[in-house]
């Protein structure tokens, strides 16, 4: 028996375009000589299709796409994950489902039993879980069917559920699981995948298939990496990262084992593709192609044009410098070198009339007041401004270029340099922008080397320094970590040997700027814990603010 | 007996703040002669805590709590909504549970079994479901203890839930049920909670105390109105909404019956009050007076310029008129004539200067191109940018007057007029913006007649009108509404009679705008489906845009 996985990037809700894919790549098993093609979970919505569930017209719409799958199931069997309407009145409308297609029709529905419900996950906001388990039989084989979380809870060992869907279907002596994944990238999640795997090819001694998604759908991005094992628990093959892709695979070959490939997983190379993938998606499934970003000469916007280049080509990407009086000449020049290092369109307009012209209307209005933030602000907006007006004229989206640690200490100014359709670096700690930027010149000069070296000001004022407000990026990036990833409060970072005072500032600062992350563009998401849908907290909240 | 009801506002995260208002309450419900006071759900922590959850010092406080109030327990019991930890390893990390504390200790602990997960709700995200129920026994009195939703689901009919806890704890003879609530304010919702308790009643044949919060935690809205339902079904007392309260009732007499005392009930009226309180608290809870506003002379801001004076004061706002060439002479007048009816500071700032030095500064690089939607953007960002410059400046919130219709269609300039710290009224449609203006004035002028009766526009380019680019309000506002409140999908739409093509149009917008939602400061909810976290739609979605 041959087995392919089909690994695609779904579009949400675009039933067309996913019905589409999925044909496609189902005729390429076929002629790899596939008995059987895998898709990912709910690949025929995409993922998370969220609150269109709770759309007659969008479970229709599904229903529809699985018809239709369902017809071209002719001499090779789909496996694909699409919502099931739950029959029962009592308990959730929905299951989250495997459908296995074959010889034109339904042979088998196995439900999800284990429905995330934490993080960026709402499964159970949604689906019922499944309480029956069986396999199905094709062509002589015994096929256990599992989606995504079902795999996670080996053994019954994860505390955060009470049972083990593949304890039950092991009792109907499963020849080799299928495993329908929607599971999203994060810079370290390659490698617990293919433990997971391993831990449940271990225990049940048969191979595993299991197909992911690719690509990216606003913020949560998908890639790929699909994984084969034998029951040796070797990889036998794990799919390549941020590609679609068909590939078929010989059951026997799978079963004999003694074979291990897999893809190379150095975080900062996988956090580059996964942006630049990011890019290209947004853009791509809002039907969209230009991007616009400011060039401020520091390194941020500086990775995020490289990003941006690299996602969408030279030719889509438009950059403004935007200069005051407290912009030093090396920012302009550096900013103008990396324009021209990328071949990219770069335009220069002075703000200081744009700021004369609120100074003076403002004058009246501001008697007696010094310059302080606001006036940083006005010079931060002004330039968010010009970008939009460029964006509204061009149909160019703006690309906003704040960090993790600036996004988490508030240290952005609503409107100005927080403005955007999409965040593209507000997931990657400052500590790791400058990696990516070493990584990027790693074959020659992409940024100039002095937007790397220098020390990073916002230059709203004379002589301006992150360091004046912000302690050194390497220990806060440190307790940011701690505290947004590890989700560690004050006393454990104090006990880790952080500085009590410095862990309660900054602590405090995170908690006060939720009011502007509230209303920060999507941000890509790279790491296990983004600011965005996975990381609900209080604006008002007083915890530790 | 005497059990008493505190209504309270909390504030979530703020443990100084909650315990020392519940001890304030409890000894006031000792003056009262009460046995017994009920507070709300997770009193303790404020809801909804969200992440908050899922920090160690946080429920490490909360239980510090609880051993305060219970060492306050004494000639008086107290009952609080406070979490646990889940001793157990599988299954969630906490209960959500409400503590019996009676003579300085914990006497008994009840959980939750009801587990809200859907609109703005994510409990399952955070608590395992209680699984054994039991009533406490306290002076010759059987109690059953219940929580929320635990009495929404009368003898099983609700079809999110597959047990009923009171069915459980009435096999041990309770003689009333307490229920601790919190349960958000929505325009209709206070009738289906009187629903809800007599059914409960009718059922079990014994009195129920329900107590509710009161106040707001940003976007949502608590209205108090605890109930008191004698074994008759008549409501013994609905306590009022929007305000905290500690009273003390009879278990004797409540046991007798025979007496209906209801809150009135008037939508307009209902939300005016809440938006009022949501104001307030958002203010409050974040230590802030004062607000500035826009004031245009059209409907939106004028309405929400009332609620802020009403809610902090008039010496507490501030507004700026900013016309520019294509404001109308009435709109600035009619402009003027409220902030004189409200007596609240108001300035004048012509936008035209600002304009031509973005007009002059994009010039070269807008060669060839004509006036179209990003010159209607800047004069709306010109007035955001000066609205945050006050607002810097001053200390001072700028508030954001987004109807809920403009927000649905997208008819609003990101960092322009969609500017703001807190939505007010874009969860309240516009032909309910007219009713709020019309029962304002329902005691004499306030807002200046014109306002409410001229046309409305956008005021962005000459001779616009709000209705050149959308249907009549009346008609949009229904198609939304049936659309977000009621999840009606475009088949259903066009069944219920609605012109398939103006289905079809409006859809579109609402979804290809969620970009524009997800960056818009946080909205009072006073629907049944607010936009925000109770409506969670995929930006790049495409099931219908």
Known sequence: MKIAIGQL???????????????????????????????GELAVTGYPPRDFLQFEDFIERCQFVVKELAKAAQGIAIVVGAPTVNPVIEGKDLYNSAYFLADGEVLHVQHKALLPTYDIFDEYRYFEPASTFEVVEYKGKRIALSICEDIWNVGNENPMYTICPLDKLKEQYPDFILNLSASPFDCKHAQDRIDTVRANVERYQIPLFYANHVGAQTEIIFDGGSIVMSPDGKVYDEMPYFQELVKTYDLDAVLKGGIHQVQPKEKISLIHDALVVGIQNYFGKLGLKKAILGLSGGIDSAVVAVLAQRALGAENVRCILMPSQFSSDHSIQDARQLAQNLNIQYDLIEIEPMYKAYELALRPHFAGTHFDVTEENIQARIRGMLLMSFSNKFGAILLNTSNKSEAAVGYGTLYGDMAGGLSVIADVYKTDVYALANYMNKDGEVLPQNIITKPPSAELRPDQLDSDSLPDYDILDEILYQYIEKMKGPKALVKQGFDAKLVERILKMVDRNEFKRAQMAPALRVSSKAFGMGRRIPIVGKYLS
């Open 9 to 39: 990037n779904y579009h949400i809700g675009n039933f067309e375009k996913n019905l589409q894919s999925m044909l496609q790549a189902t005729a390429t098993a076929k002629e790899q000589g596939a008995d059987i093609i895998l898709f």
